[in-house]
């Protein structure tokens, strides 16, 4: 059975292709983006197989 660790963290609008290409280059896998506490920021979830 696979295990999974995950991630939250917020995206910057002017530079998101970047920031998702690093956290994918990393072997994240986005699950979700919602609106940040703020309601003007994003946040983005991730998750991994542990140990990748």
Do not use: C
Not at 27 to 34: A, D, P, Y
């Amino acid at each position: 059975m696979t295990t999974w660790e995950y991630l939250t963290a917020p995206l910057l609008i002017h530079n998101t292709k970047q920031i998702l290409d690093n956290f994918g280059a990393d072997g994240w896998e986005l699950v979700q983006i919602v609106p940040g506490p703020d309601g003007t920021s994003l946040v983005a979830y991730f998750k991994r197989p542990k140990g990748a």
